[in-house]
T-cell receptor, first 111, second 112 residues
Framework: TQLLEQSPQFLSIQEGENLTVYCNSSSVFSSLQWYRQEPGEGPVLLVTVVTGGEVKKLKRLTFQFGDARKDSSLHITAAQPGDTGLYLCAGRASGTYKYIFGTGTRLKVLA | EADIYQTPRYLVIGTGKKITLECSQTMGHDKMYWYQQDPGMELHLIHYSYGVNSTEKGDLSSESTVSRIRTEHFPLTLESARPSHTSQYLC???????????FGPGTRLLVL
């Protein structure tokens, strides 16, 4: 069974601080996605990475896919209260269109 | 803006009742998914479909069933609801050749 472990599980920081969330697995994925979910809503896609070593930036968010395509990280620079939410990574194994979701990181940014 | 809809948004029912959770998308996506999510936790895949008349069970054992008679419609049915079914159910869809899953707003189910 493929598993995606996220760390940390919970994170509470002050506005303006930087943070990194990790998504790790022993399995190789064809692609990996990051989502953010607000309470009472479905997850919303932030980014998809498909190439080992790939780095993508979305304003203050930087995403990296590991060289071996087994892990990924999300770095937020100068966090804002609007970044508060549940961050989920999801991986797709080769030859399938099933997505395995990570254990989630609940982020709270205090003003 | 994602065009994927779920009804009802909230449902409180008694044990033993039969319920159907509706999911529809107007994007013409061939792949559709049902996930179960407890509050603040990860999503578990319970059913998926690669197209009309194609349905498969996911990784999480579920007593629910699904059907895919039309591309846009992917309902999930619980024949006899139990308190252990209390959870949030999320529907998603994606098009072949893309990686983006579009999620509906979810149905929060409470079985008393």
């Amino acid at each position: 069974t493929q598993l995606l472990e996220q760390s940390p599980q919970f994170l509470s920081i002050q506005e303006g601080e930087n943070l990194t969330v990790y998504c790790n697995s022993s399995s190789v994925f064809s692609s990996l996605q990051w989502y953010r979910q607000e309470p009472g809503e479905g997850p919303v896609l932030l980014v998809t990475v498909v190439t080992g070593g790939e780095v993508k930036k979305l304003k203050r968010l930087t995403f990296q896919f590991g060289d071996a395509r087994k892990d990924s990280s999300l770095h937020i620079t100068a966090a804002q209260p609007g970044d508060t939410g549940l961050y989920l990574c999801a991986g797709r194994a080769s030859g399938t269109y099933k997505y395995i979701f990570g254990t989630g990181t609940r982020l709270k940014v205090l003003a | 803006e994602a065009d994927i809809y779920q009804t009802p948004r909230y449902l409180v029912i008694g044990t033993g009742k039969k319920i159907t959770l509706e999911c529809s998308q107007t994007m013409g996506h061939d792949k559709m998914y049902w996930y179960q999510q407890d509050p603040g936790m990860e999503l578990h895949l319970i059913h998926y479909s690669y197209g009309v008349n194609s349905t498969e069970k996911g990784d999480l054992s579920s007593e629910s069933t699904v059907s895919r008679i039309r591309t846009e419609h992917f309902p999930l049915t619980l024949e006899s609801a139990r308190p252990s079914h209390t959870s949030q159910y999320l529907c998603a869809s994606t098009a072949t050749g893309t990686e983006t899953q579009y999620f509906g707003p979810g149905t929060r189910l409470l079985v008393l």
